[in-house]
């Protein structure tokens, strides 16, 4: 049974009732300063750290006692003592204190950040040893921690907080050593959701920022990433999200949710799955897939309603682990299964595998998972289940582009069901096409591209009515919006879009086109057909905001086809074949992208379409055959709105623009 043991507060409670004395002045860092200790590299130089996660802002609260504490991760490039960039996770250093002499048979203190085993942590220095106390969490919260030191009492010795790692979770946060005369009850040993998220739906904040996206899906507040456990349970569709609770940088990774009634107009529920602690263990909610078992292959179902399985990966050191949590009452509440701990081990060929993508393979009658477990080679390792709990390992397939947030589906050719071929893509959306049997892939294809841009980590709606198979990718990169747009989050969605399978002169291709649903924000649409451009614009609506644009036009002898839209401006360069767009780097300075290319006119004519948000447009060509999302930016944008040609003339088969209104509720 799940026991929500509340850490922090419980953990502030057990310290005081143990506080006996400080090992020595300033062992807890209330001097502002390392006065009584020495610091050697560079990973201690600029200490102690005021309050909580100054510079590390917006990563968890980190449980310090007074006001300073050692905050590994708040350090800077360049010249000691003057901001910079952070660097927390690249410097090394040692922190050792003054000699002390042991009077208490504990020692007690807080510790947390990287859970790295003689890489990073606290040691005694004692009678000529170095005995390795504690290492962190993979947390930035601390924890107390008591270390037995009865066979030393009477001597001196010294601490030495030590950091030798690089990159992930290659830091250490400390604070306030003290002697005590008993240990702090040791919860690490117990199933925790850790307090350093809470599961709240932001009911405080609304969408009407002036460049809050208006049609596509972005947190009410705070980071988004990876969408994850998209699923239909039979009334409306769920959207899970990698999603940060405390702040709008990366970091305490839980899922957020997210439910609709046709993916356009969402609901933000309370979060979904929280970081937890099992086994010694602390981690967070990285990527996974959702289902409904609809034949209560896992024996939980209550009443007449389906349960819902949420199959993550569990990302804590020292290597990452597949884990399921389930819900009987359609997502509101989780139960994780078998407090959290492993459905599938890690495999042994990468620490950091993840993101299983589970579903019911109908031919065969059996639950399946894909899962990524390695980078170089790449490798996917196919699982097969009755239960939805033990896996056995069914084949690998071994790709080199094959890297992190796999997906697979199932599309019928040219909308022929009876020839039926399986897609199978990674995050950056390289993918083939094949057959899959129930226990290994064949492709029938070479790998294949179809996305340009931000694209990324896309994944589609499980048990989809009707057949239809819609994914939802994230936007990745681009500018952080809550500090240069003046909104409560960073990063978006993109749009939903359909894919379909089609033949071409190439063979079988992937296209993706935004779902239909967008239809019920089409509030006005202007159409105009056979109109030549040249230095005349064909003007459009003044009052543009949030646009649909679908054209067709003839590139003619004109070196540019250029349209001038709400926010931004594209342009067809007639010589490159390719579409460019003024938009955003992650600098966020302004930046040309090429938003499409291969665009050869196809019976002398050019197809795009458009959708333009506050912060994004995303471009389709030739009907979906490929298609780039990309972030913009707003302030550079055309003041008037028109579509013309530069350097000749071009001619526009047929245009139309659609008005869309905003799917939030205002």
Known sequence: MLKKLFLLSCLTTCFAAHADELLFP??????????GWTAEGEAFQVQPTKGDNTAARNRESSNLQGEWWIGGYEK???????????????????????????RRPYITFRIGAGNLPGQ?????????????????????????????????????????VFDHARGGWGHINVDDFRGTDKAVEDHSKDFALLDSVTATSYPEVGYDQPLRPQFHFVSKKNWLNDPNGMV??????????????????????TWGHATSPDMLHWTQQKHALLPYRVDRRAGTIFSGTAVIDHNNSLGKQVGDTKTMCAFFTFAAKPA???????????GATWTYWNEGRAIVDNQGFDSGERDPKV??????????????????????????SDNLVDWEVASDLMRDWAFECMDVVFLPVDGDADNTKCLIYDASFDYEIGRFDGQKFSAETQTLQIARGNYYAAQTFNQAPDGRVVQIGWMRGGPNSANLFDVPHNQQMAFPYELSLKTTPSGIRLFCWPIKEI???????QTVRNVVLGEQAQALDADLDLVDLEVTFRPGDAKQVVLDLPRVSLRYDVAKQRLLHQGINDSGQPQEFVTLENLAPRDGSVSLRLLIDRL???????GGETFGAYYIDPREGPKTFAVRAEGGQATIEELTVRKLKSAWKQ
């Open 616 to 622: 994004s447009v995303e471009a389709f060509a030739f």
């Open 519 to 525: 239809e019920s924000l089409v509030t006005n649409r």
């Open 320 to 330: 990452f682990y597949q884990a399921m949590a389930y819900s009987t009452d359609n």
């Open 232 to 253: 239909y349970d039979g009334e409306k569709y769920h959207l899970f999200f990698q999603h940060n609770p405390n702040g709008t940088n990366w970091g305490n990774m």
């Open 76 to 102: 800077y490039t360049g010249e000691i003592g003057r901001p910079g960039e952070i660097a927390g996770d690249q410097l090394t250093g040692t922190l050792t204190s003054q000699p002390f002499t042991i």
């Open 26 to 35: 300033n062992s807890d860092f209330e001097s502002g300063t390392l006065a």
């Open 359 to 384: 579903f019911w393979h109908e031919a065969s009658k059996q639950w399946v998972m894909a899962l990524w477990v390695q980078r170089d080679p790449g490798r996917v390792r196919w699982f097969t």
């Open 120 to 160: 990073v942590g606290v040691k005694l220095l004692v009678d000529g040893k170095q005995i390795e106390l504690a290492t962190g969490v993979d947390s930035e919260t601390m924890i107390l921690v008591s270390a037995d030191v009865r066979p030393y009492l009477g001597q001196q010795a010294r601490l030495q």
